[in-house]
Structures are given as C-alpha cells and as structure tokens.
C-alpha cells in the first residue's frame, strides 16, 4: 500500500513539473531583440566593416544559424582579451553572457517565433558619420593611392597638411580606410609642417626618420574607436602636419585608397599625457624570430623592469597570422604578481585596445614580462601557407612580428624622459645581442 502510494506522488510530481516544451520559448520581440541591437548591430549595419545587417526580425532570422555558431564559439562579438584569475576587468566588454548564448540557440531550436513585433525595440538609431560623433578636426588623404591586384607590400606615408599655430591635446582618434581589403594597418604620428611635403609618399617609417615624432596611435583590422580615460591625452604640438604611414597589401584586384581621419581634442591640458611602453619593443625587431615549418609552439619571451612608478590604463598586442598566444604579466618589487593582459586565441582580423576598468599602480622596481607563442602547423587554421612555410620577422604581412603595449602614464616630464631612455638602452641591448649571435 505505501509502494503504491510513492508510486502515485512521483507520477504526479513528474506530470506536474513543466518540461522544456511546456516553457514558454523566446521570441525575437520579448528576448533576442535587446540582445542582437545592444551587441551586434554597431557594427552590423549598412556601411560598416560588418558583411551584413542585423537591424530586423528578417536580418536576424536569415542569418540565425551563422549566428549560433558565432556566438557559441565566442568569435562574435569580437574580443580577445582573456578572461582569467588574477587579469584585470576591461571597460567596454563586448563579450556576451552565457545565458545571452543560451537564450539565443534556444529561439532558433524552437524555430525562431517572431513574438509580438509591434512590441519589440526599436532598432537603434546611430549618428550619422563617425562613431564617437563631430570631431574637431577631420582630414582626407590630399592623394589617392593606387594598390595594384598583386605584388609586393607597400608602405606609404602621406602627409595632412594641419600647422595649428597653438599646441593640442589629442583624446581620441578615429580613421576610415577607403579601400579597407587592402590596409593591413596604418600608425598616426604629429610631425614638423616642414617634414614632409603634404601629399608626398615613401617607404620610410616616420618614427625612424629624422627622430622620433609623436605618436597619436594607430588604425588596425577589428579596432574599436574610444576616447581615453577622463583627464589623459595625447600632445599634438603646434606647427604640426599629421602623418599616416600606411601598409598596404594588395588584394587580388586594382584597389584606390583614400582614407579620412577624425580628431578629438580635450578642452583643456590633460592632467596626465598618454605613453606606451612596447615589449618587446619595435614588434620584436630584435628578438630573431625564424618560426619553423610545422612548429607549433616556437616562444619569443622579453622583460622590462620599470625604472619610475606608472599608472597603467590598458594594453594591447600586435602580431600577424601566426602568432596563437600571448600574455603579458607584472611581477612588483614585493614579488606579488598580477596580469595585465592575456590572448589565448590571437586572431589578426580582430585586433584591439583594451582599457582596465580601474586603472592599476605598478611601482618602480615593477618588471613587466611578455611571452608571445606562434604557431606554425597545418592545425593553425589561419596559418596563410600550405604547406607551411619558414617565416621570419619582417614587415610584410606574410612575414612575422610581435609585441604587447603597455599605455601608461608618470608623474612627471623627467620621469617620461627616464623612461624612454632606458626603453631605448633595453632595445640597443637587444640589438647588440642580436648581432653577436649572427656572428
């Protein structure tokens, strides 16, 4: 009689508990909508870098399969920063939650209802023009230049005429290439007006030729616009042209590229200027990378003890197909360690800035360790060469480079001045090494 009875309740409990098909699904109006326009659609939209919109049911619907499998493995939306015990959290996450992805398989497993339509949001509204809106200062290439279908890699400088008769603060900088298949990157720098000749194009690097100038960063593959953090900025001093040195990497077809930049100023000085610290420095010039044919962990690692405290705001890396990991780490004074910034799967079209949401003090004394692993197999899908091929350093993109930046701030114009000259002695001392191993 008492079997009988438990029988009867846990036949009950069982028709009583609502099963998966009993719940109700999500609909695109009630539960995938604020998902695809808060994530998706900034860049999914007409005249974007995205191949297609998402701004409607339709959009959405047509394209649902593609997007489980993005967003299951995680390569949409873009971001590469790792997260990891001990690394720090970044500003402007792209990552979507896990109950984000789930939601989203989901409404396509139970055949993508459409709910009440005249409920949904509405899809976002963007300004037109550039993405951090009016800038204060907007210049176009003064020449076109012309990429041929196939051949070499070209490098280019062209010069923005500007001369402002006062001195600037850089906060943000935004570019649009006009012929986007072909700008493997371009790297911004603030130069003498008598520099160059506006419109002129060569294959030297503005920042080896004739001293160093003024970096205002760079434009690479995957790159989200952002301001920097209140009171930091960047100089753009006055009597300035504005330099782009463009790589170039034709694409199969005869492309023509003309590109726009947008500059943002602060209002007032900054209480503190931007600077970089790059290790290893010069995308690893120095390190003697020589990558293997089929070696699937060849390592470059590089250190930096700092020699003044500094405020780190954010990092970045940068390297081409090959590179699969890197990390960046700090190791201070009382032996404590913490991360800075770690890319467990490195991927050349996506490439970004990555800015802590609390900026971190890293004292002198504080060194600064890099380890960036390349991978040189058939197994690395984005390996360009089959079968691969032995891959040194260079600067064409089938070549190899890497390194991670540091953005950083000091409190002080000496201490900048301290901090680049020791920056300049680690790298003459790689370079020294270098050379007697070739001997």
Known sequence: MRARRLFALLLLAAVARPTAADRAAPTFAADVAPIIYTHCSTCHRPAQAAPFSLLSYEDVKRRATLIVAATGRRYMPPWHATPAPGFPEFRDDRRLADPDIATIKTWVDAGMPAGDLTTAPKPPAFPDGWALGTPDIELTYPVTIDVPADGPDLYRNVVLPLDRPDDAWVTAVDFEPGARKVVHHALFFAGPADAFTPGGGDNAFPGLRGGAMPSLGGWVPGMTP????????????????????????????????????????????????????????????????????????????????????????????????????????????DGSTRGLLWISDWDFGWQDSYFFKTPLTLPKGTRIDTEIVYDNSELNMRNPNSPPKRVKWGLGTLDEMGSMTLLITTSSRQDDRMLRQISTQHFRQQLAAMFLQRR
């Open 226 to 333: 952002r301001f920097f953090p209140d009171g930091i900025a960047q100089p753009l001093p006055a009597h300035s042209n504005l330099i782009v040195q463009l790589h170039l990497h034709p694409s199969g077809r005869p492309e023509h590229e003309r590109g726009r930049l947008a500059i943002y100023l602060a209002k007032q000085p900054p209480a503190k200027r931007l600077n970089s610290l790059q290790v290893p420095p010069m995308f690893g010039f120095a390190m003697g990378i020589d990558i293997p044919p089929s070696e699937k962990r060849y390592t470059i690692r590089d250190s930096f003890v700092l020699p003044v405290d500094v405020e780190a705001y954010g990092a970045r890396g940068h390297a081409h197909y090959l590179a699969h990991d890197m990390k960046m780490t700090a190791t201070l004074p």
